[in-house]
């Protein structure tokens, strides 16, 4: 069954420091998405990617946050200057057209000291 | 502010049993409506949609109550491998933006 990967699963970063989270959707998906959950908490929606554009995003994805789809089979989260507070687990996920499920990749968990 | 919330529990039930959570919503122009499983440091996975006529899938049974903004997971015969915790996720009712509740556990012991 085809999955959602995302890479690295854990990263450990120095407050200050540039993160990219990579995803690597499933192929013949064209909606793409992150999430991230901080430990206890619940999941939060950071943004959506639907045709090479953002088509939503939250509050919480502000200037510090971007996203991009380099290639055909790649979409990346970057965090830059990173806080303390973004500390997480990073769910990308994604979904087919006429489709109501989104699949989630396993995580990135971000720990920023 | 859109809220969506869930009595966290946990819910601890023997095998075998019946079990319930609700899960209520602020935003009334919401119109898509979900259950996500997630086990612990797990993604979460989509359990069922929920439509307004309600579903059922096997063991699994959603409801959705549009007045009083509520949404129902019931699960019967619960298995040792129904222990997780269920979310309940809601769209913003414009815009496809989803808010998910903080989750309620269950552990379902022998």
């Known amino acids: 069954e085809p999955e959602v990967t995302q890479t690295p699963s854990h990263q450990v970063t120095q407050m200050g420091q540039e993160v990219i989270l990579r995803c690597v959707p499933i192929s013949n998906h064209l909606y793409f998405y992150w999430y991230r959950q901080i430990l206890g908490q619940k999941v939060e929606f950071l943004v959506s990617?639907?045709?090479?554009?953002?088509?939503?995003k939250s509050e919480i994805f502000d200037d510090q946050f971007s996203v991009e789809r380099p290639d055909g089979s790649n979409f990346t989260l970057k965090i830059r200057s990173t806080k303390l507070e973004d500390s997480a687990m990073y769910f990308c996920?994604?979904?087919?057209?006429?489709?109501?499920?989104?699949?989630f990749g396993p995580g990135t968990r971000l720990l920023v000291l | 502010r859109k809220e969506v919330e869930q009595d966290p529990g946990p819910f601890n039930v023997p095998e075998g049993a019946t079990v319930a959570f609700n899960c209520t919503y602020s935003n009334s122009a919401s119109q898509s409506f979900f259950w996500y499983r997630q086990d612990c440091r797990k993604e979460p996975k989509l359990l069922m949609s929920v439509y307004s006529s309600g579903n059922e899938d096997g063991r699994f049974t959603a409801q959705l109550n549009r007045a009083s903004q509520y949404i129902s997971l019931l699960i019967r015969d619960s298995k040792l491998s129904d222990s997780a915790t269920y979310l309940c996720?809601?769209?913003?009712?414009?815009?496809?933006?989803?808010?998910f509740g903080r989750g309620t556990s269950l552990i379902v012991h022998p």
């Open positions: 990617f639907y045709n090479n554009e953002i088509s939503e």
């Open positions: 996720v809601v769209d913003d009712g414009g815009s496809y933006i989803p808010t």
């Open positions: 996920a994604s979904q087919s057209r006429g489709q109501e499920t989104q699949y």
